[in-house]
């Protein structure tokens, strides 16, 4: 393990890594960065080479997305069989830099709490402010951690909303570095919405976040689903980069926990079980 990026000794290189939409790269051979390193991205026609230094990194194509690693994973890039279901709108919503930590952008991904302060009017609003109990676990057998029974009142729970819903989510975070979320759907009674994060690591305290969205909603038009995602998505990325300390904290009881934040216990235990550093604390420091 680890045998393409010697200094890096723990487990972060064992995941894969999403470089971005395929769609959206340049014909030819364009520079990106993971875990402090240059990558070179070459695209001719279809085909898709990812190098580093003169060594050519594995790849995989899944989601229109282009993925890579610099380890070895224990398994393929994280399955979302909605993905495939046909009657879904694909809304990838592009590449957005954000000077936060990958595990930062994942843990606020996964929080509740700031949805009436951060996104106000939109995915929440005072004075419905508590976040109500949820379940959280790390599932052993699919190695990712799951929150349930999450329920938000929210304004706007999407472009399709037209009024206030008690909203359902369950949040899977898939990779260390990946997470995705179902979420009520105003237009399906027994469907969810699904949300997926994408987080390139660039340097400890930089990341590319890549969403992306399989939505059941014929009505609204691509730029409009884009643009309600990017305004929530330009809202967190303020908060993110005024969070201290940068690198998330690893340390036992570095920060004090509270009832909403489960979620972001279990991922902080689950990223330790795994060894992957990159971004706490306990990793590579930041520049
Ligand atoms: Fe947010």
């Known amino acids: 393990m680890n045998a393409l990026v010697p200094e890096v ?10 470089l971005g939409c395929i769609q959206d790269m340049p014909q030819g051979a364009h520079g990106t960065r993971l875990l402090g390193h240059d990558l070179v991205v070459t695209k001719r026609g279809d085909l898709l080479t ?21 380890g070895t994973p224990a398994g393929e890039v994280p399955e979302i069989a909605e993905a495939d279901e046909r009657d879904r709108r694909y809304v990838p919503c592009g590449a957005i830099p954000v000077r936060a930590s990958a595990p930062r952008v994942i843990e606020n991904f996964l929080d509740m709490a700031h949805f009436p302060f951060v996104h106000t009017d939109i995915l929440g609003s005072e004075p419905l402010t508590e976040v109500e109990k949820y379940r959280c676990e790390i599932r052993r057998d699919v190695d990712e951690v ?14 399709a909303a037209t009024g206030a819903i008690r909203t359902d989510y369950i949040y899977r975070v898939t990779t260390p570095f990946t ?26 305290g930089v990341s590319i976040a890549h969403p992306v969205m399989f939505l ?10 884009i643009a309600f995602q990017q305004v929530i998505f330009l809202q967190d990325k303020i908060i993110l980069e005024n969070q201290r300390p940068v690198l998330l ?3 036992p009881r570095a920060e004090t926990p509270t009832r909403a ?27």
């Open 179 to 204: 997470v995705l979320l179902y979420k009520t759907c105003p237009n399906s009674a027994t469907r969810w919405d699904v949300i997926c994060l994408f987080v390139q690591p660039v340097e400890p």
């Open 249 to 251: 904290p690893l340390e």
């Open 146 to 159: 799951w929150a349930t029974d999450c329920v938000f009142t929210q304004p706007k729970a999407a472009l």
């Open 261 to 287: 934040d489960a979620s972001s216990i279990a991922y902080r235990r689950w990223l330790k079980e795994k060894n992957c550093l990159y971004g706490t604390s306990l990793g590579p420091k930041a520049a």
């Open 9 to 18: 000794t723990d487990g972060s290189n064992d995941q894969w890594f999403c």
């Open 50 to 70: 990812v190098r580093m230094d003169e060594a050519e990194l594995p790849l995989r194509e899944r989601y229109g997305y282009l993925w890579t690693t610099t």
């Open 216 to 225: 059941l909603d014929d009505t609204g038009t691509t730029q409009d689903l």
